[in-house]
């Protein structure tokens, strides 16, 4: 049923803030800008930034996992980068390792490294 990770939406209270935090930390431009949204394609996958906060509670009742290389790495630059720890990294079995940390607009974000 499901194939792969398709789109991630992040909702922010500030757009201008989240775009330029989320360009910083992945290095890449949104393909798509508007007062209503912003896209982002990153290897296939969209990370999408919503500011319609109507209806939204925040929390962290799921988790989308963007695979990365040397997860304890990416942590740490996210760290700088104003995130928060969640989870800290750890390993799951097989080589896998997992984190979540909590980037600063309230949003859950699932760090994956497979060996």
Known sequence: MFKKLR????HVNDLDQAKIWYQEITGIAPY???K???GFEINGSELGLDPDLDKIIP?????AYWSVDNIEDKVEALLKKGA???DEVKEVGGGIKVAIIKDPFGNAVGLIEEV
């Open 59 to 63: 929390g962290n009742n799921s988790v």
């Open 32 to 34: 798509f800008e508007e």
């Open 7 to 10: 789109s991630v939406i992040y």
């Open 84 to 86: 928060l720890v969640i």
């Open 36 to 38: 209503f949204y912003v």
